[in-house]
């Protein structure tokens, strides 16, 4: 029999779905129920600590990017080894793409699974139902199954809360208020929150947040909402093909940003997966054919990096023996010639790639993408078409002559200018790829 399923979701960002979430999972991890975690839509921060929640990977299911026989193999993978499935929302319930989809609401409508609406109270009360009537009159293919007030101020006013969701129509359950509380907060930086790796008191963090929730919620009454997802079974399908038989994957503070399910998907496929660390200036396995540089925060160590001649000096000369080698985003970045950190210092990189890029000049380019290789690449042959999302403030401050990687269509389906290099054997852009296209 497979577990039921939850989604997380709010009115807006900020509302403290993220920090919910993870308690939740550490608190019915606590009371012994096998719980797995998911997060909608493109997101590499929040799952690692949902992951280190619930002690176990946590999965992205992305409606917009994903094929359905991919959202249904994850989902279902999912359902299968656990007793719960607990997923956290993107944004705002209805918010997604633009052009539309990709939305929380629309996975709800995808998966099936009931939604718990999570509302920041603080300077609301009565109002606080109106609001949640809105959400769950607004669509009616999914169900609002629960409502959890946050950062509530006081005894009297979790008592104006309970008193006007009882008014409710049609009736939703209340299943609990949480109160405002301090010490339930975590750092941010440029690309989100601080990564779970980085801190050092994440546990006893997670054991006072689950603590927390497990008080001031009633965990067998929201478990009593899951649902069943209405997904087929199906086998997971492989998302990106493998770039080799044995891919040595660069795995530290630096290079984080890489979904579990490629790399599963690679090993299901029959390749092996080797990590190294070139912020400990570790060179990719010798005997490797393929080289993956995810993406991350390489802009913060750049330093570190120029002067790490083991990591590049390896990379190069499997580079020059014919390894695939494929970097995303950050790991772009360190293909490139050089690249100028924040303070305008410019850092020599790998230089297998004509561009140089700068975290000096910043600017937001976010959003999903369609894609199309323009030439035969670590990826696969020319045409080879896949979806992928690009969230980042680096910008190219120099870029030689050279072969694109990718045409590009955003989620309106209009026109961007081509993406990334590639050079042979060598290639990679700012997109983080996530699926590849029918």
Known sequence: MTAPGLILAAPSSGCGKTVITMALLRALRNSGIRVAAAKAGPDYIDPAFHGAACGRVCINLDVWAMR????????GGLEESADLVLCEGVMGLFDGASGGGGSTADLAAATGWPVVLIINAKGQGASVAALAEGFIRHRRDIAIAGIICNRVGSAAHARILHEAFATLNPAVPLLGCLHADAALTLPDRHLGLVQASEHAAL???LEAAGMFVREHLDLAELQGVARQSRLPSTATPVSLPPLGQRIAVARDQAFR?????VLDGW?????????FSPLADESPDAAADAVYLPGGYPELHAGRLAGNAGFLGGLRLLAAKGAAVYGECGGYMVLGRDMIDADGVRHAM???????????????QLGYRRLESLNASPLGRAGS????HEFHYAT?????????LF???DSRNDPLSPAGRVSGNIAGSFIHLIDSAA
């Open 68 to 75: 359905s026989d991919t959202l249904a193999g994850l989902a």
């Open 203 to 205: 546990e006893p963090f």
């Open 257 to 261: 940003f890489c979904y579990p399910a």
């Open 267 to 275: 090993r299901a496929a029959g390749a092996e997966v080797i990590p």
């Open 350 to 364: 790998a230089g297998l790639l004509p561009v140089t890029t700068s975290f000096a000049n910043r600017r937001l």
């Open 385 to 388: 078409r896949f979806t992928g």
């Open 396 to 404: 190219i401050h120099e870029e030689g002559p050279g072969d694109a």
């Open 407 to 409: 045409s590009v269509l």
